[in-house]
């Protein structure tokens, strides 16, 4: 039974004769327990048996971005399930794309949680994707609950959200306008891994390129010189990348394969075609690193005589984190934390141990969620204030993290689910902070506002 924690009352430690307050680490950690953290974990505890199969069947039953056919079905059954949410399938023009909403009919904040269904060709759900899902489920649905249970006034909108993985399903809700239809602040979502828990994941920003290159056949052998090779102006881009990376900064990377290095031997290339892919710290960073990176196709079109096109495929920005989410985030987090750990087993059976408490530094915290990795999530950071902490789950076999095959085996244990609903306490914790403190939304947007502007 869920307890109102206002009219809750602590015994606090006795005062010895020195006036020192003597405590153990139990009782400060209770202490600071925040108001809500109760009524949510009892809460999603008491969903989780519900929550475990569902779980489980978009694990067990991978599909590739745009073609989650079976997740969007089994997660929009469950919500129609739940008392006051409304639940729109297939939004958007996309056919996974859904939109979950519970509104008070109170004027209040909207907070929103992003679903991801998609897995990885051949290897599944190697990056964890059914736990994210889990996880903004689960949290949805204990933020609201608990507007329910104290009559709250907000919105919670839960989106679930296609092809993460180089599809960028959340941009084409953002081109839609689905975030701005319903009055979106707040954007929540969370990622496995095997390192460290953390609040603060900065991602990089990520273009894909297809490049091409066309020439002019001849007899490579009787007469080259009436031809114009495309496959040599490829090479020498690619060459000039590579030469370029001496200059680069260490977070710059800069990758490539040749997708079309021409027909036969004999002949004078013709057509040749990569594809090219650029990270990099940040937008703006990315932006000058494009222009030197494009400066070397255009070097072996100069070089070669060729004509060189360039095809943007696909472009995630990089996630800036919110802190003021993030410290509601690790206040909500940390208590929850198992003194004793909780039995975590790689996949080869060694213990490792149990989730960390996150540094309450948020410089540290910010270091820790570094990622080298991209995600479409980027793109909501730059569009409202976010969050997207990232949390452990024990290694695959051989120590494998995300997009090894190891790690979706991980992704699909018991273990990894229930540290999934950790984080969707802390998540729905970070919501109902939103929902309930007078003026935090106003200060978290200004935060939001300074971070788009470079941290002035």
């Known amino acids: 039974m869920a307890t109102d924690s206002s009219t809750q009352t602590e015994t606090l430690p006795e005062i010895d004769e020195d006036d020192f307050v003597i405590i153990t680490h139990q009782e400060a950690n209770a202490l600071r327990r925040p108001r809500f953290l109760n009524d949510i974990s009892d809460y999603i505890d008491s969903i989780a048996e519900e929550l475990w199969p569902i779980n489980k069947k978009i694990h067990d039953k991978p599909e590739l971005g745009y073609g989650e056919v079976i997740a969007h079905y089994t997660l929009t059954a469950y919500m129609k399930t739940q008392p006051g949410w409304t639940v729109t399938r297939s939004a958007y023009g996309m056919k996974t794309a859904w939109v979950a909403v519970y509104d008070t009919g109170r004027r209040g904040p909207c907070v929103s949680f992003n679903v991801e269904m998609d897995a990885l060709p051949a290897i599944g759900h190697a990056c964890g994707h059914n736990l994210i899902a889990t996880a903004s489920l689960a949290g949805a649905l204990a933020t609201a609950h608990l507007l329910s249970l104290y009559s709250l006034p907000g919105r919670v909108v839960l989106f679930g959200t296609p092809a993460e993985e180089g599809g960028g399903g959340k941009i084409r809700l953002l081109a839609a306008g689905a975030y701005k239809d319903h009055g979106v602040d707040i954007s929540l979502i969370s990622h496995p891994g095997t390192i460290g828990d953390c609040a603060l994941t900065h991602t990089t920003a990520y273009i894909r390129m297809k490049v091409e290159y066309f020439g002019r056949e001849a007899h490579a052998a009787a007469e080259p010189w009436m031809g114009v090779n495309a496959l040599d102006a490829l090479i020498t881009a690619y ?12 977070s710059d990377v800069i990758q490539g394969h040749i997708t079309d290095g021409g027909a036969r031997p004999n002949i004078i290339h013709a057509y040749a075609a990569g594809v090219f892919v650029v990270r990099a710290a940040t937008q703006r960073r990315l932006e000058e690193l ?157 935060e939001w506002r300074r971070s788009m502007n470079g941290g002035k």
């Open 290 to 446: 494009l222009v030197k990176v494009m400066g070397c196709f255009d070097a072996g079109a100069m070089a070669t005589g060729a004509k060189v096109k360039v095809t943007r495929l696909m472009a995630y920005k990089d996630h800036v984190p919110n802190r003021l989410l993030g410290r509601s985030y690790v206040r909500y987090f940390n208590p929850l934390v198992p003194e004793e750990g909780d039995g975590g087993r790689d996949g080869d059976g060694n213990e490792v141990g149990g989730p960390k408490k996150i540094p309450e530094d948020q410089d540290v915290d910010e270091m820790r969620g570094q990622s080298g990795a991209s995600s479409d999530q980027g793109d909501i950071a730059h569009a409202m204030p976010s969050i997207m902490p990232g949390f452990e789950i024990p290694p695959g076999p051989g120590g494998a993290g995300p997009h090894n095959p190891g790690f979706a085996e991980s992704a699909g244990t018991r273990l990894a689910f229930e540290r999934s609903l950790r984080v969707a306490k802390a998540l729905a914790g970070t919501a109902v902070d939103v929902l309930t403190v007078d003026g935090l939304l106003e200060e978290v947007k200004k």
């Open 239 to 250: 060459n000039g990348i590579s030469v370029l990376r001496q200059q680069t900064m260490p």
